[in-house]
Nanobody, 124 residues
Framework: QVQLVESGGGLVQAGGSLRLSCAASGRTFSRYTIGWFRQAPGKEREFVAVISGSGSSTTYADSVKGRFTISRNNANNTVNLQMYSLQPEDTAVYSC?????????????????WGQGTQVTVSS
């Protein structure tokens, strides 16, 4: 069965950078929409970024636009989220998710397959 695994989280000082990776095993997700979502303690899950199955389109939440970049590498079946200028408000568990129907949505309910998440903590 296909699985998604996030990696790259950790503790970083404000202003620092992290690169998260979402790796798929079993089945390629080269044609799936891949979204990144995050959830902070006491907060609802929120959309972060999405990349279309083709890789030609990306969309970002206003809160991260200009600071985060989503990209995909079909050769190794990964999607990355490069984060810079991190702030304490970015602290959350970050999860990647796949939409088999490639609907390129910011709505988490459109995604079927989820990773377990990776913790990002930004200190002030």
């Amino acid at each position: 069965q296909v699985q998604l695994v996030e990696s790259g989280g950790g503790l970083v000082q404000a202003g620092g950078s992290l690169r998260l990776s979402c790796a798929a095993s079993g089945r390629t997700f080269s044609r799936y929409t891949i979204g990144w979502f995050r959830q902070a303690p006491g907060k609802e899950r929120e959309f972060v970024a999405v990349i279309s199955g083709s890789g030609s389109s990306t969309t970002y939440a206003d809160s991260v636009k200009g600071r985060f970049t989503i990209s995909r590498n079909n050769a190794n079946n990964t999607v990355n989220l490069q984060m810079y200028s991190l702030q304490p408000e970015d602290t959350a568990v970050y999860s990647c998710a796949a939409d088999y129907l490639d609907r390129y949505s910011s709505n988490w309910q459109r995604y079927q397959l989820w990773g377990q998440g990776t913790q990002v903590t930004v200190s002030s």
